[in-house]
């Protein structure tokens, strides 16, 4: 349920995505004046309908030192709030299936672990006594303790009614355009305007959209990821994410039984007009894979399947942080897997609205890099 917009505010949050509510989280518990506006119903896009991966190993190498920060975030979010996440970190399996990809997985365990990531190497019957619901086209695969995965229905319901039980607000209203002022700016919505001293744009694949209605040029673009949502079935899965080497794979179950197929297999959509399509020959390749690696799959009714929008950056990096010559002006988006780091990015831009530095692992994720 959505308020109503008030006039006035300290800091607008412009997307009630896992950033956006995030950073309004931290900014209300700090005492902050602080709205989050949406364009529709809060918690509608990519951070609702993802697949909840908040896993270490299938993160690019780059980018592991802040997706271990992210899941720290997402630990303390857990451990300081009272609401429920449905977070279970009972670890994750990364499999191999052909002779290629078992290589491929000795390469990044040992690139992984010279970043300090603790992983158990799983063959022969210690893999099968580990997952004995794995196929036995699956020679090898990789443990780590911290994979993790959150039930992102249950996340959205926390986070908006922390936000207002800390006194902030989280409500329906599309930015369109902005108006400067002395040391501030007034945003028109179609909810009326709202005054405000900062605006954190965390708008995810539309941020470049809002980039523009303030004279800024970010290059943003979008993948349509698919999932896939089996009815319930008794759990097998021990709670384990598991992923694929070889990519565009995640599979877990969740608590209710039901298991969750992802990975990133491309559908089609249009973030200007919203509309969004499964690609049939992607989501039946998705599928055929997952019972390649799950043959129990098969025997499970398809519920449901859908595609929702991630923004990607073409440099790969997160966008977080002030701007450039324009006070007061914050973008916080992240780059594919948003959901697993989003707390994290929430966090430090909120403490950058409050004045402090970035820290250094951000110094190269400022929208400054895409302003000449
Ligand atoms: C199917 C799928 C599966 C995925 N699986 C995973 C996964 O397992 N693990 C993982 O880490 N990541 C996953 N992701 C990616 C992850 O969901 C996103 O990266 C993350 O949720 C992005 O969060 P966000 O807050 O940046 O943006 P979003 O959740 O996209 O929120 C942005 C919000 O901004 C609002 N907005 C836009 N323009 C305006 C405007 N003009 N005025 C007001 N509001 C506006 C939008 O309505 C939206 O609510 C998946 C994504 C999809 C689609």
Redesign the pocket.
């Known amino acids: 349920m959505s308020g109503v917009l008030p006039t006035s505010a300290e800091t607008v949050v412009?997307?009630?995505?896992?950033?956006?509510l995030t950073t309004a989280l931290h900014l209300a518990r700090a005492g902050r004046e602080v709205v989050v506006?949406?364009?529709?119903e809060?918690?509608?896009?990519?951070?609702?309908?993802?697949?909840?991966?908040?896993a270490l190993q299938n993160k690019v190498t780059d980018l592991l030192p802040a997706y271990r920060l992210g899941l720290a975030e997402w630990r303390r979010l857990v451990a300081e709030m009272d609401g429920d996440f449905g977070f279970i970190n009972r670890g994750g399996l990364r499999v191999a299936q052909s002779a290629e990809d078992v290589a491929a997985l000795r390469y990044r365990a040992a690139e992984q672990a010279a970043q300090g990531v603790e992983l158990e190497w799983l063959e022969g019957n210690a893999l099968r006594d580990r997952a004995p619901w794995l196929s036995p086209s699956v020679t090898a695969a990789t443990f780590c303790a911290d994979d993790s995965f959150a039930s992102p229905l249950l996340t959205g319901q926390a986070l908006i009614r922390a936000i207002r039980s800390e006194g902030g607000q989280v409500v329906v209203?599309?930015?369109?355009d902005r108006r400067e002022k002395g040391d501030g700016y007034d945003l028109l919505?179609e909810a009326g305007t709202l005054s405000c001293r900062n605006v954190v744009v965390?708008?995810?694949?539309?941020s470049d959209?809002?980039a523009s209605l303030f004279g800024i040029h970010l290059p943003v673009s979008l993948n349509v990821?698919?999932?896939s949502v089996t009815e319930r079935t008794g759990q097998f899965m021990d709670n384990l994410v598991v992923t694929h080497i070889a990519g565009r794979f995640?599979l877990k179950q969740f608590p209710n039984g039901s298991c969750i197929l992802?990975g990133?297999f491309q559908g089609r959509g249009d973030k200007d007009t919203g509309r969004k399509e499964l690609d049939l020959d992607q989501l039946q390749a998705n599928i055929r894979y997952q019972c390649s690696v799950v043959p129990q799959l098969q025997d499970l009714t398809l519920l449901r399947s859908?595609?929702?929008?991630?923004?990607i950056a073409t440099d790969g990096r997160p966008t977080v942080g002030p701007t450039p010559g324009r006070p007061g002006l914050f973008f916080a988006?992240?780059t594919?897997?948003?959901?697993?780091?989003?707390p994290y990015v929430g966090r430090i831009v909120s403490e950058a609205v409050m004045g402090r530095t970035m820290p250094a692992i951000a110094h190269d994720w400022t929208p400054g890099r895409f302003i000449a």
């Open positions: 412009v997307g009630a995505g896992i950033i956006g506006i949406d364009k529709a809060p918690w509608r896009e990519g951070s609702a309908v993802n697949a909840g991966t908040c209203a599309a930015l369109t919505t965390a708008a995810g694949p539309w959209r809002v990821n698919t999932l995640t992802g990133g859908w595609v929702g929008f991630t923004a988006f992240s594919n897997a948003g959901f697993s780091i989003g």
